[in-house]
């Protein structure tokens, strides 16, 4: 585990207890939500895809993690992960909006600055996954772990992304606005009675741990066929990172589904 990547997705980390009891003692909402819960949310995220990261780089090599991509990987992700945390934290503190800050000139650049940092962290763990593949190194259970890096990244981008882009043309999550969720997830705030992409949003971004872990479990078992599961699997979530966007659009929750 890359030690730098792994102290800085560890610090973030600390931040949540810190960030919990705040939400216990200062009971101020911001667009329907307690105000510490985004950056609880924001810490815990950017931490776990930090600590990833870490568990990624050392499978790039040495070569690429003492050149000038493998140490700019590194520090662009801790740099735009942390100033996304600090920013988004900061502003709970005063009562104001982070994303969709339309309030003060200040705020909408802050908000644009935001969505670029946004874009260089997703892109860094793309850098490390053409390291990996592009290693000569050999073995089926390295071969498995590429295949779950490459399709995990792959699936988490295209999620991210074409979420992303939806979300960023919408101020309230899309198509409701905030005062018209509904009802919602304790802490996530995700709305159970109308569309929230933030559900798709998660769901496409965390692919890329999700597939990690299941291809380290299978190279570790040596499962057959196990690249193949993978891909059925990415397809998968692929598939269900799309679903449930349109669901959001149609103004659908998935949970009211299971009701």
Known sequence: MD????????????LAPATMALALVDDRVLDGSPIWHKPLKFQVSVAIFLLTLACMTPLAGRRFRRSAWGRGAVW???????????????QAGLGARSHYNTDSTFGSAMYSVMGVAAVALSLTPVVT?????????????FAIIKWGLVLGVLVSLVGTAGVGIMLGGSPDHYPQTS????????LIGWSTTGGDLRI????GMHAMQGLFVLALLLAWRSVPAARACLVVIALGWLGATAALARLAVNDVSPFSLWG
Do not use: N, S
């Open 129 to 141: 996954a053409i390291a990996i593949v592009t290693r000569r190194r050999t073995g089926p259970r």
């Open 179 to 186: 005062e018209t969720l509904g009802e919602r997830l304790p």
């Open 3 to 14: 030690r730098t990547l792994r102290i800085a997705g560890l610090a973030l980390l600390a």
């Open 200 to 203: 798709a949003h998660f769901v």
């Open 76 to 90: 662009i992700a801790i740099t735009t992960g942390v100033f996304e945390v600090v920013w988004i934290t900061m």
